[in-house]
């Protein structure tokens, strides 16, 4: 997703990213396959969403988490290297939710269906993914500051461009590849640069801001749409 202005970028220690002791410092220790251990495997993630929200990036340790959890930083260790690998995995959960919400999308998406209907409930779909991360503000500073997480979210990029390419061309586009995912990528940094600032507001602001991101995304997609 687009690069924010976050200020400075989040410092990783060369300790941080050889704690994993020669393996890829993004990847977990132990594939969670028994309910138990699945279980641990999310309260680390979930409990490092809160962290996030409380403390920002440059103050969450393992220590804090292995802390807040009750658990030795050894035991945290036997799930997840490092920091890098939690914020890593963390990232990829949140990026699933949005795949997941692309799918419902899509699923529900009818031919030439009318273009303000999409734009709202595809708005709705995806701000929904937003309000329910916590500390989506700075986990999004990390995907940005943190080359690793950053290729994770590039990636992604071009994969939600893909997917709304292709409902553009659904919807009744009449235009070029290029011309599809050149809209279909300001349509979701639009979508993210204003997601992000609804959760900061609360009541009205924030209901009178998503009103603005529905119309804003409404104008962009039918200045291109050709029915």
Not at 47 to 55: D, G, N, P, Q
């Amino acid at each position: 997703m687009p690069p924010l202005n976050y200020g400075s970028q989040v410092k990783m220690t060369r300790a941080d990213i050889l704690e994993g002791r020669g393996k890829n410092p993004t990847e977990a220790r132990r594939k969670p396959l028994q309910a138990r251990a699945l279980k641990r495997h999310e309260q680390i993630l979930d409990i490092t969403a809160e962290l996030l929200e409380k403390v920002g990036v440059d103050d969450l340790t393992t220590i804090l988490i292995a802390r807040s959890l009750s658990i030795s930083v050894g035991s945290l260790y036997h799930y997840f290297p490092n920091k890098v690998a939690i914020l890593y995995a963390l990232s990829q959960r949140w990026l699933d939710e949005i795949t997941l919400a692309l799918d419902d999308i899509d699923a529900t998406l009818v031919d030439n269906e009318n273009l303000q209907a999409f734009t709202e409930h595809c708005t709705d779909r995806l701000l929904m993914v937003y309000r329910r991360q916590r500390g989506i503000l700075h986990l999004v500073q990390a995907m940005f500051s943190i080359p690793e997480l950053r290729e994770l979210d590039e990636a992604h990029d071009k994969f939600m461009i893909n997917r709304f390419a292709k409902m553009f061309t659904r919807l009744g586009f009449e235009l070029d590849r290029r011309e599809l995912q050149r809209i279909a990528r300001v349509y979701l940094e639009l979508i993210h640069a204003i997601s992000i600032e609804i959760i900061g507001e609360k009541g009205m602001r924030a209901s009178r801001t998503t009103d603005d991101l529905k119309f804003m995304a409404y104008s962009l997609l039918s200045r291109y749409h050709t029915s």
